[in-house]
């Protein structure tokens, strides 16, 4: 629900189809003498050509969805992608046509272009947006009905991405418990006027008694946009599949794509080619220099080896950097490394920071112990108390575990002081791993794994 979604998308659309033409003659013109310039008609079926498989490619692939709250890595992979598609495409049209109609310096120039023109272009575009709406234009007034669980994570979406076009008033609740709340329900009417509301979301348990229809109506006469965010997730996953069998419906709760076979080939084929590319290019001289910093500036072995948890629960020895002082006396309680924790050496502050104490574990990865992506590994401590704080927690074991993952991208990485504290920190990091679990694509995967780099790159991985 973005303020101007189609405004947003038609503009987006224009302005990249003015820039696909234009990269295409700029780099015609740079690329080919000035006598076959004009002499040809080949060229302008291949610009038609383009056009069209630009206009599909980013249709079918939704290039331009969700544009505003996509990560910055994850933008750019897909304008390279694109710049990819039609550099192909250029490739395929002069093999077919087999004429030295265009050099090969057209295919590189073009490329190049269109991924710098877009990029550029999603960059301004997205920045000036955000300045406009900073200073409370392109902006809807939102309130939100029930001051609950579902209502504060709403308003958290929504306060933590101005990008989306709207502003938080407050909610209507059944009381006036805190500040946030400016009416009941009966005052419903007199709030939508006095606050000028615009967009109106119903977060209603179904059991909450409240009069639905009264709500809409009330909503309606105010002439107020109305969303409503439905209460069956409590027995659903947000991945659910309605199927039949013999004529009867039936609901699958959790839809786990790594359950097909080709699927878990795929990832297991990409997990051997990239941790091998990444020990070959990173690993064979990166490993040790850092194995030396880590000795000298503390003694014990550079290594921390322990046993942890994989897929189906098989424990496997994971190897890491040790980034704390040795200590010859293990422990098996469990005890969270926390913020400014004194047992952090010097060089394991840096190597904790950019999540590069992970790094040997692609050796794990090209095992098979591990995946490049997934649930962190447990250790069997650590697995002890997800069981007390989570009592789902035995699915994540249904996939390998990763060297990164999407709770780890979201912040939710290790685990924090404090038993409560920390078991609410487990719930909200089971939610993002099963999610992920539950809508798995390669895609997806890739996607974590450049937003990672970013985060590495920017010394941004909330490690400590």
């Given at each position: 629900?973005?303020?101007?979604?189609?405004?947003?998308?038609?503009?987006?659309?224009?302005?990249?189809?003015?820039?696909?033409?234009?990269s295409?003659?700029?780099?015609?013109?740079?690329?080919?003498?000035?006598?076959?310039?004009?002499?040809?008609?080949?060229?302008?079926?291949?610009?038609?050509?383009?056009?069209?498989?630009?206009?599909?490619?980013?249709?079918?692939?939704?290039?331009?969805?969700?544009?505003?709250?996509?990560?910055?890595?994850?933008?750019i992979?897909?304008v390279?992608?694109?710049?990819a598609?039609?550099?192909?495409?250029?490739?395929?049209?002069?093999?077919?046509?087999?004429?030295?109609?265009?050099?090969?310096?057209?295919?590189?120039?073009?490329?190049?272009?269109?991924?710098?023109?877009?990029?550029?272009?999603?960059?301004?575009?997205?920045?000036?947006?955000?300045?406009?709406?900073?200073?409370?234009?392109?902006?809807?007034?939102?309130?939100?009905?029930?001051?609950?669980?579902?209502?504060?994570?709403?308003?958290?979406?929504?306060?933590?991405?101005?990008?989306?076009?709207?502003?938080?008033?407050?909610?209507?609740?059944?009381?006036?418990?805190?500040?946030?709340?400016?009416?009941?329900?009966?005052?419903?009417?007199e709030?939508?006027?006095?606050?000028?509301?615009e967009?109106?979301?119903?977060?209603?348990?179904?059991?909450?008694?409240?009069?639905?229809?009264?709500?809409?109506?009330?909503?309606?006469?105010?002439a107020?946009?109305?969303?409503?965010?439905?209460?069956?997730?409590?027995?659903?996953?947000?991945?659910?599949?309605?199927?039949?069998?013999?004529n009867?419906?039936?609901?699958?709760?959790?839809?786990?794509?790594?359950?097909?076979?080709?699927?878990?080939?795929?990832?297991?084929?990409?997990?051997?080619?990239?941790?091998?590319?990444?020990?070959?290019?990173?690993?064979?001289?990166?490993?040790?220099?850092?194995?030396?910093?880590?000795?000298?500036?503390?003694?014990?072995?550079?290594?921390?080896?322990?046993?942890?948890?994989?897929?189906?629960?098989?424990?496997?020895?994971?190897?890491?950097?040790?980034?704390?002082?040795?200590?010859?006396?293990?422990?098996?309680?469990?005890?969270?490394?926390?913020?400014?924790?004194?047992?952090?050496?010097?060089?394991?502050?840096?190597?904790?920071?950019?999540?590069?104490?992970?790094?040997?574990?692609?050796?794990?990865?090209?095992?098979?112990?591990?995946?490049?992506?997934?649930?962190?590994?447990?250790?069997?401590?650590?697995?002890?108390?997800?069981?007390?704080?989570?009592?789902?927690?035995?699915?994540?074991?249904?996939?390998?575990?990763?060297?990164?993952?999407?709770?780890q991208?979201?912040?939710?990485?290790?685990?924090?002081?404090?038993?409560?504290?920390?078991?609410?920190?487990?719930?909200?990091?089971m939610k993002?791993?099963?999610?992920?679990?539950?809508?798995?694509?390669?895609?997806?995967?890739?996607?974590?794994?450049?937003?990672?780099?970013?985060?590495?790159?920017?010394?941004?991985?909330?490690?400590?």
């Amino acid at each position: 629900m973005i303020v101007n979604k189609k405004s947003i998308y038609t503009s987006s659309l224009i302005i990249d189809f003015l820039l696909i033409n234009i990269s295409f003659f700029v780099s015609y013109l740079i690329s080919s003498s000035f006598d076959t310039n004009f002499n040809n008609n080949l060229p302008f079926l291949l610009l038609l050509i383009i056009n069209f498989v630009w206009f599909f490619y980013t249709n079918s692939s939704e290039f331009y969805e969700e544009f505003l709250i996509r990560p910055f890595p994850i933008q750019i992979y897909n304008v390279f992608k694109l710049s990819a598609v039609i550099s192909i495409f250029n490739i395929l049209f002069l093999f077919i046509i087999k004429q030295q109609l265009l050099s090969r310096n057209f295919i590189i120039i073009n490329g190049i272009i269109v991924f710098l023109t877009i990029s550029i272009r999603s960059i301004v575009f997205k920045a000036a947006l955000r300045t406009l709406r900073s200073k409370g234009k392109s902006i809807r007034n939102l309130l939100i009905i029930g001051a609950n669980k579902i209502g504060f994570k709403f308003k958290e979406v929504i306060t933590s991405h101005p990008e989306y076009g709207h502003r938080f008033i407050g909610f209507i609740n059944g009381e006036k418990e805190t500040e946030d709340v400016l009416g009941t329900y009966s005052e419903l009417d007199e709030v939508l006027k006095r606050k000028n509301v615009e967009d109106v979301v119903i977060a209603l348990h179904s059991d909450s008694g409240v009069n639905l229809d009264e709500i809409v109506s009330i909503c309606n006469e105010n002439a107020v946009k109305i969303h409503v965010i439905p209460d069956y997730f409590k027995f659903l996953s947000g991945r659910f599949q309605i199927s039949s069998v013999s004529n009867l419906p039936v609901i699958t709760i959790r839809e786990e794509p790594l359950n097909e076979f080709i699927k878990r080939f795929l990832k297991r084929v990409f997990d051997i080619m990239f941790s091998f590319l990444v020990i070959v290019f990173v690993i064979s001289w990166f490993l040790p220099l850092l194995s030396l910093l880590i000795r000298l500036d503390s003694s014990g072995s550079a290594f921390f080896i322990q046993e942890r948890f994989g897929m189906k629960r098989e424990p496997f020895k994971c190897i890491k950097f040790r980034t704390l002082a040795f200590n010859k006396k293990s422990s098996i309680e469990f005890e969270p490394i926390v913020k400014k924790d004194p047992r952090v050496t010097r060089i394991g502050k840096i190597l904790r920071k950019t999540n590069l104490d992970e790094l040997p574990q692609f050796l794990n990865v090209l095992k098979g112990d591990m995946s490049v992506v997934g649930p962190r590994p447990l250790t069997k401590a650590v697995d002890a108390v997800y069981q007390k704080a989570y009592k789902d927690v035995k699915m994540r074991y249904n996939v390998r575990p990763g060297l990164t993952g999407w709770s780890q991208i979201n912040g939710l990485r290790g685990e924090v002081a404090g038993e409560e504290e920390n078991k609410q920190h487990i719930k909200e990091k089971m939610k993002f791993d099963l999610w992920y679990i539950e809508n798995w694509s390669m895609k997806f995967d890739i996607q974590i794994i450049l937003i990672t780099i970013w985060q590495m790159v920017r010394g941004d991985t909330k490690g400590f």
